[in-house]
């Protein structure tokens, strides 16, 4: 994992926990680890929700995800009894963190999933609606 990554995994750790948030960050996820693990794992007894969360940032105007990492967050998150959530930072794009459900995410015809900035804006949920429960899918079959 990147500086930068690390960097934001600590920064949105931070943000939970002034949320309310009971959070912890998993450094052994990813390439790191034989069996799944998200970066984070975040829970709020107030909402009666916990949250496993694989976090992306990118300068780019798009973020790619490995199909096995989408594969591994969902199943960490069925067995855990978690809602898998992907979280987006797009540094330099004035966005903050913005989380989707896996669903909610395109596949390309390489098998890669993506996530575009314009998406992220429109379909994202903020820190604020995650520290509510209130997280909504927003499918769209157009995308």
Known sequence: MTRSGIDAERELVNKMWKAGFAVMRAPASGAASKTPRPDLLAGKAEIGKIYAIELKISKSSKIYIEPHEIEGLTLFAERFGAEAI????????????????????????????????????????????LASGKVQQRFDETY
């Open 86 to 129: 992907i979280g987006v930072k797009f540094k330099g794009k004035r966005t903050g963190f913005l989380f989707l459900h896996p669903g909610e995410l395109r596949q390309t015809k390489s098998g890669r999933y993506v996530i575009d900035l314009e998406v992220a804006r429109a379909r994202g949920n903020d820190l604020a609606a």
